[in-house]
């Protein structure tokens, strides 16, 4: 027992040390096992099953099984795109299933985070569900999908039960955000495929027992997902000016405040922060990366007189707002290229910024998976309003990167910097749930 205590002291000894100096901790594998848990997080395993876990990575639920759908076929059925419910008490998934004659069924799945209550509650012929956004209650579900015959994505909410489905809209692009009472939504969408974002419009969808789409007579500017203010009040979306330029524009809704709270410049990316004070936004232009620029925050503390700073955070390409909102995690371009005849592999860095202070903490380099690169960092925004990859403590943060042995890790990232990253799994599209 003297041992042990021992031990814990020389642990906190070492963590005031390192947090002084700025350097990293390695992790002790009885860190984890001691440290307080934090709701949970759900990933795609390398069978192409859905999981779940705490961060220690321990306590594996093994939420899907292949075999349960019956098949004789190996490798039949794959899950992919999992969301956390905002109670995180429930999950949402899609499952591919791959029938004797070689077609696929796509299908939307419930469960319990401990596997329990498994459920098929959406499926139509015609229609693959690519991403999941559960409404703000947890009771129903929306979810985004591709179409045999039509170019255009449609938007579909579907009851918990699975006892009913609507179709809310169609379009190429599309996306929504919705209003925190879970009653209507802001859809940013285009009826003409390939089109390009002259064609986009915005528009008001409430949603009862019919969905009623009302034009915004807005013009919008480059930017993908709108969004609400946490109180409901205003929703925030790009606009383009008479001069071909781009304003983040403030609106009441219900009511006629129309208020520019900042010009942009190129394509932008922008979320609220979950406690009403501020919104922080990307401003740049596409590369093959996906949009890349610097990281501004607007605080709206008052609300008539917005106030603008710029942050020391470049090469910005996703970020991520905490549960609290006093923080913002941020991936950006780390340094790649090519270096005394040797190609570097391409790299993002993670950090936090403290945005009272302003302060960063620098917290990793990692190598990004495929999975993360060409899901979540071109639609970043969007996630937003759907996922996080914050611990519901604001402690931690659940990353995916590929490692030493080029497989695709599930890493937990201490998120004041003071210990090294630990890989917890393996697998894609981690996400922690909300609580």
Same mark, same amino acid.
């Given at each position: !027992? ?59 639920? !093994? ?185 983040? !524009? ?75 909102g006093d923080k913002l995690a941020y991936f950006s371009i780390g340094s790649t290229g090519n270096s005394d005849g040797v190609t570097q592999e391409f790299t993002l860095d993670l950090s936090v ?75 894609? !599209? ?6």
């Open positions: !027992m003297k041992t042990y205590i021992k031990y814990l002291i020389v642990i906190g000894a070492t963590i005031f040390l390192v947090g002084c100096q700025g350097l990293q901790m390695p992790q002790s594998p009885l860190l984890s096992v001691l440290e307080r848990k934090t709701g949970h997080i759900v990933y795609v395993g390398m069978d192409s099953n859905i999981y779940t876990m705490n961060q220690a990575g321990q306590d594996v639920v !093994m939420v899907t099984d292949q075999s349960d759908l019956g098949s004789d076929l190996p490798d039949s059925a794959t899950y992919f795109y999992p969301a956390w419910s905002p109670d995180g008490d429930k999950l949402a998934f899609v499952g591919y299933r791959r029938g004797d004659d070689r077609s696929v069924e796509a299908s939307l799945y419930t469960a319990r985070y401990d596997g329990s209550d498994l459920s098929r509650v959406f499926s139509e012929p015609g229609k693959q569900p690519f991403y999941v956004y559960w409404m703000p209650d947890s009771s129903n579900i929306s979810l985004l999908s591709g179409v045999t015959g039509d170019d255009r994505f449609v938007m579909d909410v579907v009851s918990l039960d699975g006892s009913a489905s609507r179709e809310i809209g169609r379009g190429m692009p599309f996306y929504w955000a919705w209003a925190p009472d879970g009653e209507s939504l802001i859809a940013h969408k285009s009826s003409k495929p390939g089109s390009g974002s002259q064609s986009t419009s915005l528009s008001l969808v409430e949603v009862g027992n019919t969905a009623v789409d009302t034009s915004l007579n807005i013009r919008p500017s480059l930017f993908q997902s709108p969004v609400f203010s946490p109180d409901g009040k205003y929703f925030v979306a790009g606009i383009e000016n008479s001069a071909g330029g781009g304003k983040l !524009m403030l609106v009441e809704w219900p009511g006629d405040r129309r208020q520019i709270i900042d010009d942009i410049a190129g394509q932008t990316a922008f979320d609220w922060s979950p406690d009403g004070e501020r919104i922080a936004y990307v401003s740049g232009s596409p590369t093959v990366y996906g949009m890349v620029g610097e990281l501004t925050l607007i605080d709206l503390a008052d609300i008539d007189n917005p106030v603008v700073s710029d942050t020391n955070a470049s090469g910005v390409i996703a970020f991520f707002w905490n549960n609290v910024l403290e945005v009272d202070s302003g302060d960063i903490i620098s917290l990793t380099s990692l190598r990004p998976t495929d999975a993360f690169m060409t899901q979540i960092v071109p639609h970043f925004d969007q996630y937003q309003r759907s996922s996080t990859i914050w611990s519901p403590n604001d402690r931690y943060l659940v990353i995916n990167s590929i490692t030493e042995d080029s497989g695709p890790g599930i890493f937990i990232i201490d998120a004041t910097g003071n210990l090294q990253p630990r890989l917890a799994n393996y697998g894609v !599209m981690p996400f922690w749930s909300r609580e």
